[in-house]
């Protein structure tokens, strides 16, 4: 298949199951996210960003300019909601002409299947069916792509929880707890139904789970006890798809706000950390304050990714790939970037197996400023191209960092059981 089927993945038959080698994957990304949010008159509208972005008019010049940057992994995927029209319906038009042309440009997809919404007939994350469809979903998209190997069943599984239905800013825009782990719990169970789905029929196929990696710093000795509980809770979307033990405290709440014992065993029981890439977001928003009656506000940059992502990586032993990283400053972007890329190289160097870097996205934003809940249109410039399609300075920082290490870093591989 063009190079993408023998070039993206190596597999070598080994004792235990296979071992996957692979170079190193520089890599960005292109949006699709589609929540619901209310206006301000009450009516209900999707924000779907790569309209925003134009991607539906300039999807040819975007792939360009990713080739023009030196790439070869570019994390994307259809949008789900108007892709999947109802059980067993799909329109694959759109996905047809672009997934043809990454394949053609010897462009690797990490597959991103659903990226904070859902089609407006499963409605939002409080829907127990909606497990069920979306591994349907995921199935056909696999046997149409036969050549993708590389997916993201469901992008940020935390942050599409929480802000769904703890903030109450997204699709079902709940506020409670039980909300949160009524999302989450489906959220979890829909990506490994996914993950199940599409290796009955892509054997090979690598997941990358994108999390935002998180840590609450106490502001005074009144806040230690708050801080603890979110220092577990950032955690729970992870260990819910890696079958990691949560906490006693962690049990306590999952059975407090609705997840019965025999849904949490579900989870130990049933999940594809063999075959799993780790994949931390980081950015200046991912640490906050916490004061003393339980809220939050931003911290800034105090531990870094470094730090945070050493601490992901020590629960689940598994290999890494920085999978989100900008900041919304284009002159001070540069800088930025060179920053977590040492912060990165520097975890590779003291033995934590990092597969791949990414900055996200390709193109400027619209209303990041306000996480998607505000339909405002404000341009966000963090991108490495702006709306124009004409490159940022951290672009060209990028594209020089690229050629820089590109023959520099060793191909890493690591061992895998492929389950069938």
């Known amino acids: 298949m063009k190079g993408l089927t023998s070039d993206s993945q190596q597999y070598t038959k080994t004792a235990s199951g296979f071992s996957l080698e692979r170079p190193f994957m520089f890599a960005t990304g ?5 929540p619901t949010i209310a ?3 009450g009516k209900i509208k999707r924000v779907d960003e790569m309209a925003k972005c134009f991607h539906y008019e300039r999807w040819r010049e ?21 892709t999947h029209k109802g059980p067993g319906d799909y329109d694959w038009s759109f996905a047809d002409e672009t997934f043809a042309s990454l394949q053609e440009l010897e462009i690797t997809p990490i597959a991103d299947l659903c990226h904070f919404g859902v089609p407006d007939w499963l409605e939002n994350f409080q829907n127990p069916d909606f497990p069920e469809f979306f591994a349907e979903y995921a199935e056909a998209f696999a046997k149409r792509y036969p050549w993708v190997r590389l997916f993201t069943p469901i992008n940020e599984i935390f942050i599409a929880a929480t802000f769904s239905a703890q903030y109450g800013w997204w699709n079902e825009r709940l506020s409670s707890d039980r909300a949160f782990v009524n999302a989450l719990k489906n959220l979890c169970k829909a990506n490994e139904l996914a993950e199940f789905a599409i290796l009955k029929v892509q ?5 990358i789970q994108s999390e935002s990696t998180e840590y609450f710093h106490a502001e005074d000795p009144r806040c230690l006890q708050f801080a603890q509980f979110y220092n577990e809770k950032r955690f729970l979307a992870l260990d819910l798809t890696y079958g990691y033990p949560v906490s006693s405290t962690m049990y306590e709440y999952l059975l407090d706000n609705g997840m019965t014992r025999d849904e949490y065993h579900w989870f130990l029981e049933n999940h594809n950390k063999a075959i799993s890439i780790m994949g931390n977001d980081y950015y200046l928003t991912n640490e906050h304050l916490v004061h003393h009656d339980g809220s939050t506000s931003p911290a800034g940059e105090i531990f870094g990714y470094y730090v945070i992502t ?11 790939m920085h999978t989100e990283t900008n900041l919304m400053d284009p002159e001070k972007a540069p800088h930025w970037l060179r920053k977590q890329w040492s912060n990165m190289h520097s975890l590779k160097l003291d033995g934590v197996p990092i597969l791949g870097f990414t900055w996200y996205s390709l193109t400027d934003q619209v209303d990041w400023d306000t996480a998607l809940r505000q339909d405002n249109g404000n341009v966000n410039p963090l991108g490495l191209y702006d709306l124009d399609r004409k490159i940022r300075p951290v672009g060209e920082s990028f594209k020089q960092l690229i050629q820089q290490w590109r023959d520099i870093l060793p ?3 690591f061992s895998l059981r492929l389950r069938h």
């Open 39 to 41: 206006t301000e008159d």
């Open 411 to 413: 191909t890493e591989s």
């Open 310 to 320: 050493r601490q992901y990586y020590d629960r689940y032993r598994l290999p890494v």
């Open 203 to 207: 054997s090979k196929a690598t997941f």
């Open 62 to 82: 975007d792939f360009q300019l990713v080739k023009e940057l030196g790439l070869e992994y570019l994390r994307y995927g259809p949008p789900y909601y108007s």
């Open 30 to 34: 292109i949006e699709n996210s589609y």
